[in-house]
């Protein structure tokens, strides 16, 4: 038969329901109607019957003439049926999603009120492999920014809250058949840069049954790199569009033609670096180092022979034990060459300074306490190269920049294991790093044990499909339905006393931080869910005795995570109790450990407009003597409160500096720490400075170069975030001056590689004011496993160690009187700018010969380089930023061998690092011709 069809849908009335053409002339197996399902071998007599009863687009005189009563003679039509458990568990196996970045340029289609206007567009696309005649299912899933506007025939998708979507089927929706493909466009605010950008674990649902994950959605681990895979994600193919932020990002996509010459740049620029240069490199760099002037050497072969003096061997064990990891037998053999301990005390010298004598005859470590002795041990270790019996002969004199050398781990976004948390305190300890800070608690999860409310973790530290959150919060950030998975968890009272003694071992001070009062709402709706336990026994006390929740407030409000429910409602009473009762807790938890608790960190960033339209906050602000007549002044009235209930503890408050600036100095204790994460390009250093000159604690948080979970480089295939810094390597940290932070304007470039302007004129910090240290960040929003942590905080803690332990040469002293930085200034001098290259040579390659096989000796998937390569006449050249790690390459389909010097190809060719043992490799990245 022939037909002419004019139009691309054409509807008529059946006689049983509206067909449409679309899926009449589906090429594959199955049709489906809406409602109905029709078998191919009828396609033909369906659609001429479509066509007669429209009375348009008759066939030809040879064509066969159908009848309605043929028509119910030759099919079988079958009704959509509401979904049941079969359905979804199909759905789950057989749908594949497939998700598209479109455009990040804003159109007249953007909410122009809503982020200025950014807006990226999305093109999320579901394909059947297998027809789905069920009806009155949705899908559940995390899209970090809100979805503002939608096109599709027959879906519909809403924000739910934080990073929650649905969607759900409208009313033409008409099933799938067979290899058929329906397409959501979505418009959501700001932008997405990054492949790593969408969520996995996409849920589909229906009334009745058992929520499920769809398996297209499912991350997996790539068997070579061991990094993340998003398998429905669409790889970006167009810088413009889709790599850059604005029409004028000047953020170029980093290919491998680039990064040659950037490694080829740098290393070309001084001498080579020598193999005894790696030998005698100590990481941190010590104050004062001299080693032997014939460059003598001493033989460690047989071992150590121990003698403790007046230390105790439990304040060094750690450091010890790490010494027989690097193949040194540590005894008491008379034959051995003696390592002799000792503390002397001295009050003009910073707590774990020490000095360090390596000589033909005997090693000797001097500690002013017992944590310069362990500090000396771990300058020993770092003398070792794996696979050498020889150490160079040395004096060192020691002692930190920083008192306070710190690395946050967020465990609270995603769970991550006691066993991770053990191995990275092994390591920041012998790096010299001091302080973990430990973010316990935030919106999407709670960590902690506390015995006494059981429900902050029978509820609080899991995800699961439970709308209600009564058995677990929903599965925001893509966690899935399974609340036994690695993403959920706690630390129980022996799991987090554990941690703490082996930190105490280790001269590291635990500082946990459970989020206060926004951030908070896997305690509010913990809380609320206990309420409602105790309200059914009729029990009203212990019902309200630690809501954090005013139900009658009608307060609308959005976080900055996009939540409408997170935060502590701060005018009830039982609000305060409940920190009291989590902080007795866990202050005892420290003592017990052996690990008092001095210092917690009750978050208070980023506290939205709440409270509003709270009767209780409203009665407060009535009736109270505190002197607060504005809501404005609450979350400031909170944060003073529950510092001074810190205080009544004997615990020293912590906070971050957006929500710690807001509260009256008078009202805040004497010692007050105050981490600053003001972005450098947004003059940053006012913030900071202002709460120096308030002679506070200040630790520097700078996300520029501070934030570990941002990508190592300016390329979409770069895990992690990116609101601050689109590339952030190695490199850039050890290039971080802490001490003076507008300097920077000289040399970065803002978040989108442009130059910015600092002007420290208006607010400098008072003569003589210092900051008390440095911290690493890793908030897990997409990171999703321990070893996705270890490749974002390896190997960039080691530079953090480097600038929280040594001040460079190089580094431009603060300058008290105030003065204006900009890429035409020249405070960082191209002297300087040398030297600190230099620094940099011999720290990247201390890395690759000697640092990194100790990692992987202790099992650190620390992120491999990519490699930076071009093809010069038919000839491939290839680096990396840490000379000496192995370079592999394929060429066309062939084999992948080592590259050793430049080698002719013809093929298409990629190329990958390899770790020192051969057992990882890289990200695979394709190689670009010069011309490009």
Known sequence: MLFNFDSAVKIVD???????????????????????????????????????????????????????ELVQEETALIALHPANQNDIDAIA????????????????????????????????????????NAKDWSIYFSQIAPIQSFESDELAVKHINGDMHQITLQSDYAGFSKGESKTLLFRAMFWSLSESDPMPNYI????????????????????????????????????????????SDKTTWLNSADLYKRNEAMFSAGKPVSVKEVSQKIIPTPKIVTFDA??????????????????NQS????????????????????????LKLSVIEDENKAIGSYQLSVTSNEIRIVGVDANGVFNGLQSLAALITVGSNTIPLVNVIDEPHYSFRGMLVDVARNFHSKEFILSLLDQMAAYKLNKLHLHLGDDEGWRLEIPSLPELTDIGSKRCFDTQEQTCLMPQLGAGVDPESDVNGYYTVADYQEILQAATARHIQVIPSLDMPGHS????????????????????????????????????????????????????????????????????????AGQPLTRYHIGADETAGAWIDSPACKAFIANNDKGITDMKELGAYFIERVAGILSDLDIETAGWSDGMEHTRKEKMPAIVQANAWDALFWNGHDKVHTLVNRD??????????????????ADPKEHGYYWASRHTNTEKVFQFMPDNLPVHAEFWLDREDKPYQADDSKIPMKSGTSFLGIQGQLWSE?????????????????????????????????????AKYSQQTNFFTKAKQQARDEEWRLFATTLAQKEFAKLEQEGIDYRLPTVGAIIKTGKLYANVAFPGLSIEYRDGDGQWLTYQKPVAVKGKVRVRSVSVNGQRRSRIVDVTAENR
């Open 696 to 713: 506070w604690q200040v630790v520097i948080s700078s996300p520029d170069a501070l934030y570990f979970d941002f990508p190592y480089e």
């Open 315 to 338: 304040e060094v064990d750690a450091a010890l034990s790490r010494l027989v990891q690097l193949s040194v037998n540590i005894g008491s053999d008379k034959s051995a060459l003696p």
């Open 294 to 311: 014939d460059d003598g050497v001493v033989d460690i072969s047989k071992g150590l022979n121990l003698s403790l003096n007046n230390v």
């Open 204 to 247: 589909v649902e229906a009334p009745n049954t058992i929520a499920k994950v769809i398996d297209s959605t499912k991350a997996f681990i790539d068997k070579d790199s061991g990094l993340e895979v998003l398998p429905h994600v669409v790889a970006f193919t167009n810088e413009e569009t889709q790599f850059k932020r604005t029409v």
């Open 782 to 818: 997409n990171t999703r496993s321990d070893n996705m942590v270890e490749h974002k905080v390896f190997p960039r803690l080691l530079a953090l160690a480097e600038r929280a332990w040594h001040l460079a040469d190089w580094a431009v002293p603060y300058n008290y009187k105030g």
């Open 93 to 132: 196996k057989h749908l594949d999603v497939s998700y598209r970045v479109v455009t990040n340029i804003p159109t007249d289609k953007c909410d122009e009120k809503v982020a200025d206007g950014a807006c990226f567009e999305v093109e999320l696309t579901f394909t059947a492999t297998k027809a789905i």
């Open 521 to 592: 709402r896997s305690s509010v709706k913990a809380m609320t869910a206990r309420f409602k336990k105790y309200q059914k026994s009729e029990d009203d006390v212990k019902a309200k005795q630690f809501l954090l929740d005013d139900f009658n407030d009608t307060t609308k409000y959005s976080s900055v995570q996009f939540y409408s429910d997170n935060t502590i409602n701060v005018c009830l009473e039982s609000s305060y109790d409940f920190v009291v009762e989590v902080m007795s807790q866990v202050k005892a938890l420290h003592a017990n």
């Open 14 to 68: 059946y006689g049983y329901s509206k067909i449409n053409i679309n899926h009449l002339i589906n090429q594959n197996i199955e049709v489906v109607s809406m409602g109905f399902q029709m078998k191919k071998s009828f396609l033909a007599l369906s659609v001429l019957a479509t066509l007669c009863l429209s009375g348009c687009n008759q066939p030809e005189q040879n064509s066969d003439v159908i009848t309605k």
